[in-house]
Nanobody, 129 residues
Framework: QLQLVESGGGLVQPGGSLRLSCAAS????????IAWFRQAPGKEREGVAC????????KYVDSVKGRFTISRDNAKKTVYLQMNTLNPEDTGLYYC??????????????????????WGQGTQVTVSS
């Protein structure tokens, strides 16, 4: 059974850092594009970062560039999202999602939720003083 499980969320003060993890089971992670999404109350789900199976393609939404870093360890079947210099606008439920393709350009449609066939249950990130 294919499964994605997020962890690492929590309450952090503005300017702080968190590292989210997305652990995969039931499939070979290498072949999947993985993206992190977030959803704040009353807002649409937003693609935040995306990484191709080989890690050669990485994409970020403009609001997190320079602050967030996505990475993956296929041997450990885990994708990470290092989040630094957090601000209250980063608050939301963070999901990881897997896209099995086919794709001519990995991550080109990062924010298209319909591309992702598998989703985790989410981990809450709250940035507040």
């Amino acid at each position: 059974q294919l499964q994605l499980v997020e962890s690492g969320g929590g309450l952090v003060q503005p300017g702080g850092s968190l590292r989210l993890s997305c652990a995969a089971s039931g499939f070979t992670l290498d072949y999947y594009v993985i993206a992190w999404f977030r959803q704040a109350p009353g807002k649409e789900r937003e693609g935040v970062a995306c990484i191709s199976g080989s890690s050669l393609t990485i994409k970020y939404v403009d609001s997190v560039k320079g602050r967030f870093t996505i990475s993956r360890d296929n041997a450990k079947k885990t994708v990470y999202l290092q989040m630094n210099t957090l601000n209250p606008e980063d608050t939301g439920l963070y999901y990881c999602a897997a896209d099995g393709g086919p794709y001519s350009s990995p991550c080109a449609r990062m924010g298209d939720t319909g591309r992702y066939g598998y989703w985790g249950q989410g981990t809450q990130v709250t940035v507040s003083s």
